[in-house]
């Protein structure tokens, strides 16, 4: 049982990649997921989160307006535009416990391994 997040790379400061992540061992459309990022020396924080049904979504404030999460029934994606080298990090998909779905990490109980975003100046 595992997530796999997919799609990360280098990309000059203002383009755009989408992460993908997809379940192994599981039904991915069972659950609501997160997309969460750590970036060098600094805490894990939030990005976005989608519902089951992707009905629901939940994005961090400050990434508002350029990062988008959307879901067919595989596969739960994170499109990121407009990138700024702030925005270097890794980036990890979740499985969520609470439905909808939330923003906090304690609320996720799998996560993927990560895959690492790196944006130039």
């Known amino acids: 049982v595992q997530l796999q997040a997919s799609g990360g790379g280098l990309v000059q400061g203002g383009g755009s990649l989408r992460l993908s992540c997809s379940a192994v061992g599981f039904t991915l459309n069972y659950y609501g997921i997160g997309w969460f990022r750590q970036a060098p020396g600094k805490e894990r924080e939030a990005v976005a989160c989608?519902?089951?049904?992707?009905?629901v979504t939940s994005y961090e404030d400050s990434l508002k307006g350029r990062f988008s999460i959307s879901r067919d029934m595989y596969t739960v994606y994170l499109q990121m535009d407009n990138l700024e080298p702030e925005d270097t990090a890794v980036y990890y998909c979740?499985?969520?416990?609470?439905?909808?779905?939330?923003?906090?990490?304690?609320?996720?109980?799998?996560w993927g391994q990560g895959t690492l975003v790196t944006v130039s100046s």
């Open positions: 989608i519902s089951k049904t992707g009905k």
């Open positions: 979740a499985r969520g416990l609470m439905p909808p779905c939330t923003l906090t990490a304690r609320d996720y109980n799998l």
